[in-house]
C-alpha cells in the first residue's frame, strides 16, 4: 500500500479511502465490522463516513455507520488511523437539524464524536453546500473546532470549482482553517464535474482530493453488458444514474478498460478503472466501498496499479475528454 500526503498538508493516507456508506444497508453490522478488518489488514489507514449514513436505509436512524466504526476502532491503534466523517444533512426534527450553520454544526459534531467513541476528527467535512448559511459563519465554526482540538483538518464535498474558491479566499481573509480536502463525484464518465477547473484548482492550492463513486455505481466493474443490460433484480435496473451511463459510450470505455487490464498480468475492469485515478495527478485517494470482503478485495487489486501515459490517452479518447492543464 502506497501512502500519499493529503494535499499540501502534511498527513499521510493510503491510496484507497475505504468508504463506509453501505454500513447497515447493503451488509450487516457483522460483515461491516469484517470489511473494516481486512482493509486495515491490507495496510488502509484512511476511512471515511458520514453522520447520515445510511438514513435511507430500512430502520436506519443515521449515525450508524459512525457507530460502527466507533466500535471497531476500540481495538485497533486510534493514533495509526485517519477518520473522516461529514456534517450538513439532517440528523434531528426542527429548522436547525440540518444545515452549516453555526448552532448545527456545533451539535452534530459531538454527536459524531460519541458515536465513532473518540475525542478527536481527523478530517471533518462540509457534505454539501448550505446556500442558507454564510461562508464565513460555516468556516468560523469549523475553525473553533481545530482550535478546540476536536477537529484536525477540515475538507469539502460536492463544491463546484468557483464556490471552493470562494471558501479558500475566505479563509485567507479572516485566517481561518481552511478546506484541505475536496470529496467530488467522479469517475470516467463523470469528468466535467472536475476536470479541467476543479483539477487544476486542487493542484494549484495544494488541495487534496478524494472522489466518491469511481466505479459509477459499479458500471465500471463490467457488470453490465450491452446485450444483456441491467437484470431486473440489479441496482442498475432501479438506478437511473447507473442506466444512463448505458450507452455507446459507456460500453466503449468498458470495452478499453478490458483491453488494456488483459494486457496488464489480466486486471479487471474495476481495477483498471481504479488505476486511471490513481494514476491522476490532483487525485489522492479513491473512496472504495464495498458490501463484502470479496469486493474489497477487488479493488485492492488495483494497489501499486498505475497506467501508462499511452493507456491514459485511450481512455481519454473514448471518454471524449483531454487531459490539458493550467493550458
Not at 456534517?87 to 451539535?107: A, C, F, K, T
Amino acid at each position: 500500500m502506497d501512502y500519499r500526503k493529503l494535499g499540501r498538508t502534511g498527513l499521510k493516507v493510503s491510496e484507497f479511502c475505504l468508504g463506509t456508506m453501505t454500513f447497515r444497508w447493503t451488509c450487516d453490522e457483522a460483515t461491516s465490522l469484517q470489511i473494516l478488518d481486512h482493509a486495515w489488514d491490507a495496510g488502509i489507514n484512511f476511512l471515511d463516513t458520514a453522520d447520515v449514513y445510511s438514513k435511507w436505509a430500512e430502520g436506519n436512524p443515521g449515525g450508524v455507520a459512525e457507530e460502527i466504526i466507533g466500535k471497531w476502532m476500540k481495538s485497533k491503534p486510534r493514533d495509526q488511523l485517519v477518520v473522516a466523517t461529514k456534517v450538513r444533512g439532517r440528523m434531528w426534527d426542527g429548522p436547525n437539524g440540518e444545515g452549516l450553520s453555526r448552532l448545527h454544526i456545533m451539535q452534530a459534531v459531538e454527536h459524531s464524536l460519541r458515536r465513532l467513541q473518540t475525542d478527536v476528527i481527523d478530517l471533518y467535512q462540509v457534505h454539501w453546500p448550505d446556500w442558507d448559511t454564510p461562508l464565513e459563519e460555516t468556516l468560523r465554526a469549523l475553525d473553533d473546532l481545530v482550535h478546540q482540538g476536536k477537529v484536525r483538518y477540515v475538507g469539502a464535498s460536492n463544491y463546484r470549482a468557483w464556490y471552493l474558491t470562494k471558501a479558500l479566499w475566505v479563509s485567507d481573509k479572516h485566517n481561518l482553517a481552511r478546506y484541505d480536502c475536496i470529496q467530488p463525484h467522479f469517475h470516467l464518465l463523470n469528468r466535467g464535474e472536475v476536470e479541467p477547473e476543479l483539477a487544476e484548482l486542487c493542484m494549484d492550492q495544494g488541495i487534496g482530493m478524494i472522489p466518491y463513486s469511481p466505479l459509477a455505481g459499479g458500471f465500471l466493474t463490467g457488470k453490465y453488458t450491452k446485450e444483456q443490460g441491467a437484470p431486473k433484480d440489479s441496482r442498475g435496473a432501479t438506478n437511473k444514474g447507473i442506466s444512463g451511463l448505458m450507452n455507446e459510450k459507456g460500453f466503449a470505455i468498458i470495452d478499453a478498460l478490458r483491453e488494456i487490464g488483459q494486457a496488464r498480468d489480466g486486471k479487471s475492469i474495476a481495477q483498471t478503472a481504479l488505476a486511471w485515478q490513481l494514476s491522476l495527478p490532483f487525485v489522492t485517494a479513491p473512496i472504495v466501498g464495498a458490501s463484502s470482503v470479496k469486493q474489497l478485495d477487488e479493488s485492492l487489486g488495483a494497489v501499486g496499479y498505475r497506467l501508462t501515459e499511452d493507456e491514459m490517452k485511450r481512455l481519454d479518447e473514448v471518454s471524449g475528454v483531454e487531459r490539458k492543464y493550467f493550458d
